[in-house]
């Protein structure tokens, strides 16, 4: 097994929608917010090579979008999947397994995209099958109005359109599963949205923890420090604190999708809870 980071594109996003009911005086501190309140946020997603599999895990927003939703984003730098993927000698057509921690439109509206004569829309890796889970999809095709500006319908139902849809099995009530078609593990989580998964895969001798939207950033370490996107904070609170007093027991590196300058971080035990031991680059770590 090999694993890459592919970066699909910074953004920008609110840091007071970011940080929840956390002062701005606090989480500017770690997360410095330009003169529009915004703050620095990655579309960072991993590839595994296994075997015979090329598994990618989320797509970032994509680009087929309006300039006007675009505009709400601040996009900034040039980096993008189909670069990523050449750096690391692949293409997107590569691509075997497409796996959808959760389906909010920065996790997986780079999954689809415009046909060639731009009348509808198809699979943007043509070869690969879509993984999400079936109470996850249950939610987001019949999203409540909270999330509703999250579930894009033209980022997710062509996904089913194409026959490429795969959904993982978990046995009712199980908050881990190892997914078996995939080769790895994942949390099941529902705090931010309902059943986000949150891959975890031994690498190197080491538990590599992708952290999708528990995790946004090295910031969000402390327990109040929760987004305001979450639909259930209190349990991403309990959630987070369970998963994060693991993290320090069983020694994790956690891979940050959305910390536009953190890739891996570790943890330790303070007096004041979880805090942030080490950030390093995934070159640092694994190469």
Known sequence: MTLYPI??????????????????????????????????IAARCL????????ILIDTGMGDKQSEKFFSYYYMW?????????????????????VFMTHLHFDHCG???????????????????????NEDHWEWATKPNDREKAS?????????????????????EGEKFSEI???????????????????????????KLVFMADLLPTAGHIPLP???????????????????????VQEDYYLFMEHDAHNQ????????KGVRLDKSFTFDEIFN
Request: no cysteine.
């Open 110 to 132: 780079g999954s689809i995209q415009w046909n060639k004569d731009r009348t509808g829309y198809e699979p943007a890796f043509k070869n690969a099958l879509f993984w999400s």
């Open 225 to 247: 420090y929760v987004m305001g996107y979450d639909t259930r904070p209190l349990l991403t609170l309990d959630e987070k604190q369970q998963f994060l007093e693991t993290a």
């Open 180 to 206: 078996q078609e995939l080769g790895f593990g994942a949390l099941f989580v529902d705090g931010h949205t309902d059943k986000q998964m949150i891959p975890h895969i031994n690498y190197k001798g080491k």
């Open 47 to 54: 590839l595994i090579e296994d075997g015979d599999k090329l």
């Open 151 to 171: 579930f894009l319908k033209e980022n997710i139902i062509p996904m089913q359109q194409s026959g490429k849809l795969h959904f993982v099995t978990r046995n």
């Open 77 to 97: 730098g040039d980096d993008s999947i189909d670069k990523s993927l050449k750096k690391h000698g692949f293409h997107r057509d590569d691509i075997t397994d």
């Open 264 to 271: 891996i971080l570790t943890l330790k035990n303070t007096e």
């Open 7 to 40: 970066e699909a594109g910074n953004f920008k996003l609110d840091g007071g929608a970011m940080f929840g009911v956390v002062p701005k005086s606090l989480w500017n501190r770690t997360n410095p917010a330009d003169s529009n309140n915004m703050i620095d």
